[in-house]
């Protein structure tokens, strides 16, 4: 905590987030929803999901996807 000065579920959340990025720009999940990747990484609800990845990120996760178009 001292180190990193971030909670220990911040952390992980944070690769969760960038896990999600690595799943989505990955054309073999396609097939997914962005909660089916989300759930996929650890994300246990569609709202926390959310909230997490805007703020790591500064946009939603619907945002994100257009940028990668």
């Not at 952390?11 to 720009?25: A, D, G, P, S, T």
């Not at 909660?35 to 246990?44: H, P, Q, S």
């Amino acid at each position: 905590n001292e180190y990193m000065n971030t909670s220990f579920q911040d952390f992980v959340n944070q690769y969760r987030v960038e896990e999600f990025i690595n799943r989505l720009k990955n054309d073999q999940n396609n097939h997914l929803t962005l909660l089916g990747i989300a759930t996929d990484v650890g994300f246990n609800s569609k709202s926390s999901f959310n909230a997490i990845f805007k703020r790591n990120k500064g946009l939603t996760p619907t945002q994100y996807k257009k940028t990668l178009s």
